[in-house]
């Protein structure tokens, strides 16, 4: 904010809201305020230089709507111009109470003419403008894009062919990595079947996909003395027999009145 000018050392605002409970409405607000400021101190109105990012599309189209419809609707009735300032907690209300339906007009005339220029759009929009502006700093060497929804599906589901598949020409042979995989798959699900497996590999991607990215190199992964301060040998006992606990853990639920036997099956196949 300090570096543009016209707003001088406005602080920078977090809004934090749920979803539906006004967080356009409060964002557009200021997107109008900021370029109120900026006409009110005499110099060009540059709302090329104010950047608005949401999540989705969706709500940067509504960004943009919004915008448009405030400044008409001022520019139009004075009444509307007030209703924009109506807000006693948001710090640009005083900007925006000294701007005329003449102001919201000309604000209008220069939001419309800029919008090849504008930047409304969407987190990973905004992130990717980046990386294209200084590739070589963060080591791309070719132009990418982002995937939306439809083409981050295909991609996953490639890989789950890629992961699952057994070639013809080695159908009869063994593939540890694979078979790796599933065993470890199996572990992770305590052995529950599913008709669709894919539903569990999802949940699995969804929840650890952050984790990974953060951390992808495989030595970090399953590597005992990497995870825990001195290899975890607090963590492990060692010289149990566990067919001889097992039969002891079953034998003390037997006393029990109540028991849910429901996974004790998998529980059982799960043991070393």
Same mark, same amino acid.
């Given at each position: ?13 977090? &809004? ?15 997107y109008i ?54 807000? !006693? ?22 939001? &419309? ?11 990973d929009s ?91 190199? !495989? ?40 028991v849910d ?12």
């Amino acid at each position: 904010m300090k570096d543009m000018p016209g707003i001088g050392n406005l602080p920078n605002e977090m &809004i934090l809201a749920s979803a539906g409970s006004g967080k356009t409405w409060q964002l557009t607000n200021r997107y109008i305020a900021l370029m109120g400021l900026q006409l009110k101190s005499g110099l060009p109105v540059a709302p090329e230089r104010i950047i608005a990012v949401t999540f989705t599309r969706k709500a940067a189209g509504e960004f943009f709507d919004s915008i448009l419809v405030k400044l008409a609707g001022a520019a139009a009735d004075p009444k509307n111009a007030a209703a924009l300032a109506s807000d !006693p907690n948001d710090p640009l209300s005083a900007t925006l109470a000294t701007l005329t339906p003449k102001d919201f007009e000309t604000l209008l005339r220069v939001f &419309i003419s800029r919008i090849p220029r504008l930047f409304l759009g969407t987190l990973d929009s905004f992130f990717a403008n980046v990386l294209r502006a200084f590739p070589a700093e963060f080591g791309l060497t070719s132009d990418f894009q982002v995937m939306d929804e439809y083409q981050t599906e295909v991609a996953k589901a490639r890989v789950y062919q890629s992961v699952f598949e057994r070639r013809i020409s080695s159908a009869r042979e063994e593939n540890p990595a694979q078979d790796a995989f599933l065993e470890a798959f199996r572990r992770a699900t305590f052995g529950k079947s599913e008709v669709k497996i894919t539903r569990q590999l999802d949940g699995f991607i969804e929840e650890l996909h952050d984790l990974y990215l953060s951390a992808p190199d !495989p030595k970090l992964w399953g590597n005992a003395p990497a995870i825990w301060e001195g290899g975890g040998e607090d963590w492990f006992v060692t010289g149990i027999d566990f067919e001889e606990e097992f039969v002891r853990l079953f034998r003390a639920l037997q006393t029990l009145a109540k028991v849910d036997w429901k996974y004790w099956e998998e529980f059982r196949d799960e043991l070393p």
